[in-house]
């Protein structure tokens, strides 16, 4: 995709006028750093850092028989959420595979926010969109279900890290608290709608907002304002993943794929195989039933060496037995980590491989996620 065809979010002109590095991500020009990744990756581990995170995708799924229908599209349970919860959960292909890895809100009895990969938006919307029940004519309305695509209405930043609280009650007032984890909340800011989430993808405490993609301006520079107290700093793509894959989160396109699916990913937990009916269902019974050939597992390098990166070839005692989907030097443990997809006898913890990195191999090992814990 050439740089004219990438699109930009509301906040690009701000990333320009704070130097940041840009860079083409997901149809996307994204920031991938200001300063640098190590001095953003430690700001969000220690005090507190503010991500764009417009261009993901926001889908709004409503009609009286909205629920239901989500529950035989989505893998975890929609019946388990209340108004204003939030869960983890994945779009499936009939054979398992992952379309997409979301969060689904309950943002009314019938009304649903599906926050989705910004790659991935467009394809979540057209698989969905084709899945819709058929209604007639001579039907009540009571089985319809309407699917809009909102996300160019939207703006959105995460904002992460352990001063989160004391950043929030700067923005939204002293007597106002966060949603509890996995919640939802609208809040009024300065004369701005804001939708809160307990949510993230860093390891660390933190919420996620989102507003109008006009209103994006006004709260990214005044989270910035307000947070200096606190440390605040703006993060790009680059600590984003490192982040992200120190505490192990998987990454769609990376460590997901259609041809991966969630049970050898090691996230069955967010699969709820007791419904009686969902897309990709009978193909991760199967899975189950019969085992993975291959899982999802942690690594980190021993000794110095380069870092690992994605499709360096994985061996033991000579034997190539799988291939890194992710790889990174981790700022906060100051080691080669990764995940990598092996065969399942070697994905134990503890199990010594190697890691072919441009013809010579390095050793690692199997490690127990997630692979940095707060200490």
Known sequence: MSETAQKRTPLYDEHVQLGAKIVPFAGWLMPVQYTSILEEHQTVRNNVGIFDISHMGQLIVSNPAAAGWLNTMLTNNIDKLEVGHGQYT??????????????????????????????????????????????????????????DNRSADFGGVAIQGPRVAELFHALFGEDVDPPPRNH?????????????????????????????????????????EKGKPFGVKACGLGARDTLRLEVCYPLNGSDFSPERNPVEAGLGFFVDLTKPNFVGREAL??????????????????????????????????????????????????????????????????????????????????????????S
């Open 184 to 224: 939802i909340v609208e809040l009024g800011f300065d004369g701005i709608n804001v939708s809160v989430a307990r949510t993230g993808y860093t390891g660390e405490d933190g919420v996620e907002a989102f507003f109008r993609a006009q209103d994006a301006v006004k709260f990214w520079n005044a989270a910035l």
């Open 285 to 374: 019974m199967k899975a189950k039933e019969n085992g993975s050939a291959e899982k999802l597992a942690a690594f980190r390098m021993e000794g110095k060496g380069p870092p690992p990166r994605s499709h360096y070839s994985i061996f033991r005692n000579g034997e190539r037995i799988g291939e890194v989907t992710s790889g990174t030097l981790s700022p906060s443990l100051n080691y080669g980590i990764g995940m990598a997809y092996v065969s399942a006898p070697h994905a134990k913890t503890g199990t010594r491989v190697d890691i072919e990195i441009r013809g010579q191999k390095f050793p690692a090992i199997i490690e127990k996620k997630p692979l940095y814990k707060k």
């Open 90 to 147: 994945f779009l499936l292909n009939e054979r398992g595979g992952i379309i997409d890895d979301l969060i689904v809100y309950r943002i009314g009895k019938q009304k649903f926010l599906l926050v989705v990969n910004a790659a991935r938006t467009d394809e979540d919307f057209a698989w969905l969109d084709r899945h819709l029940p058929a209604v007639e004519a001579a039907v009540s309305a009571a089985n319809q279900v309407r699917i």
